[in-house]
């Protein structure tokens, strides 16, 4: 059996946090920040489902809801066979005010060794692209893994 690997994530967001978390569970604000499509039911049982791009849909199922203070959800890749599959990791989203600022924490557990370094790059983008957001700024087109974008 492989060993599990973690990411482990934090920024500071200028926005209360149950401003951060609306971002975490309406699929309207959501698509702000991540992906061009969101199908979510922010309840336990509840799907998350949001399409980055053509090929890479993001599947799994809301495990655990705690308004504002933790979103926790299974992860994995739909459509993509040798990749984590859909539901295969669990993300694990703690909110906590700091000062006037919300501290976001993100946690993914689950991951294979050789998956930590596209899954940390992918949510250092869309914690940035939350940031902004959360924060009332537009993050402009989500271009992550297009050709050309950085």
Same mark, same amino acid.
């Given at each position: 059996?492989?060993? !599990?690997?973690?990411?482990? %994530?934090?920024?500071?967001?200028? &926005?209360?946090?149950e401003l951060?978390?609306?971002?975490?569970?309406?699929?309207?604000?959501?698509?702000?920040?991540?992906?061009?499509? @969101?199908?979510?039911? /922010?309840? &336990?049982?509840?799907?998350?489902? @949001?399409?980055?791009?053509?090929?890479?849909?993001? %599947?799994?199922?809301? #495990?655990?809801?705690? /308004?504002?203070?933790?979103?926790?959800?299974?992860?994995?890749?739909?459509?993509?066979?040798?990749? #984590?599959? /859909?539901?295969?990791?669990? @993300?694990?989203?703690?909110?906590?005010? &700091?000062?006037?600022?919300?501290?976001?924490?993100?946690?993914?557990?689950? #991951?294979?060794?050789? !998956? !930590?370094?596209?899954?940390? !790059?992918?949510?250092?983008?869309?914690?940035?692209?939350? %940031?902004?957001? &959360?924060?009332?700024?537009?993050?402009?087109?989500?271009?992550?893994? *297009? *050709?050309?974008?950085?």
């Open positions: 059996m492989m060993e !599990q690997a973690a990411i482990d %994530r934090e920024v500071e967001i200028d &926005a209360p946090p951060v978390f609306s971002f975490l569970t309406d699929a309207g604000k959501m698509i702000q920040w991540m992906g061009s499509e @969101v199908e979510l039911d /922010p309840r &336990a049982g509840g799907i998350y489902r @949001v399409f980055i791009r053509e090929g890479t849909i993001a %599947r799994g199922t809301v #495990l655990e809801v705690d /308004p504002p203070s933790l979103f926790r959800f299974s992860f994995g890749w739909e459509g993509s066979p040798g990749a #984590l599959p /859909p539901g295969a990791s669990t @993300v694990e989203i703690t909110l906590e005010a &700091a000062g006037k600022g919300t501290r976001v924490r993100l946690r993914h557990f689950g #991951l294979e060794d050789g !998956q !930590q370094e596209q899954h940390t !790059q992918g949510w250092d983008h869309y914690l940035a692209r939350l %940031r902004i957001c &959360a924060s009332g700024g537009d993050p402009g087109e989500d271009l992550l893994g *297009e *050709e050309g974008a950085e």
